[in-house]
């Protein structure tokens, strides 16, 4: 009977031992990701916790306290409000802009051959690979010697010029899928050029531009150093924040920051879900 009972029992430890590793390999890429994510939203996490911290001094690094009353008072801080309105006005101006012109690239250069478009192709990707420090400079330059005042003026140049190269990148993935003979089949139904863009072509690549819209959108907010050099005596947002770093850090920049995040996040998740309806539908 212990004969027995040892010898149907000696095959299943290797079967349960390959069951366990079949487990962990399915699920190892997963856990990764998992770590992966959480690592990188850590201090995303921080910085939405102490946005309702109540700190006793003026450095909110040390938690004192949960209050709402930083989000009851978001702007309650000399010149931050002012500091967040430029730096809107630039990221939604810069981002418009840059769209616009971006698109209008990304077509010529998908749609067309022309002498230069090598280039152009290879020159697209210059701001992209470039450091900000060096462009930063490189801009500073140009404006001084061109005599340009610093500003806001030179700040929006700034960010349409770096953004542009986004926007390509973007909406010309969008357009290398596009089948082009749903344009000759509206064009066959008696639709001309600019009727068949404003009925077929733009509504299908509206998600790219979209999303190039968004992401331009993102890095114009959040750009620092190229603004740094070229912002003279004003003030966006990152400035402000480095600029209050060195005497205080109020909650209220936390809870600006945290704001910011969410309606990114929440934008792109429309942007998604826009996208798999409209994939549904067709």
Known sequence: MTATTATVELPRRPAAAARAWRLVRRHLLDVYALLALAYLFLPIGVVVAFSFNNPLGRFNFTWQGFTLRNWA?????????????????????????????????????????????????????????????????????????????????????????FNISYVVVTVRARLVGFDRHLEEAAMDLGANELVTFWRVTLPLIAPGILAAALLAFALSIDDFVITYFNAGTTTTFPLFVWGAARVAVPPQINVIGTAIFVIAIAAMLANVLLQSRRARRA
Do not use: C, K
């Open 73 to 161: 008072h978001p702007l309650d801080y000399p010149g931050l409000g002012s500091a967040i309105q430029v730096s809107l006005e630039i990221a939604f101006l810069s981002s418009l802009v840059a769209t616009v012109l971006g698109t209008m690239i990304a077509l010529a250069l998908v749609r067309y051959r022309f002498r230069g478009s090598g280039a152009t192709n290879l020159l697209i990707f210059v701001p992209m690979t470039t450091p900000e420090i060096v462009m930063g400079a490189s801009l500073l330059t140009l404006f001084l010697n061109w005599r340009i005042p610093q500003g806001f003026g030179t700040i929006l140049i700034a960010h349409v010029m």
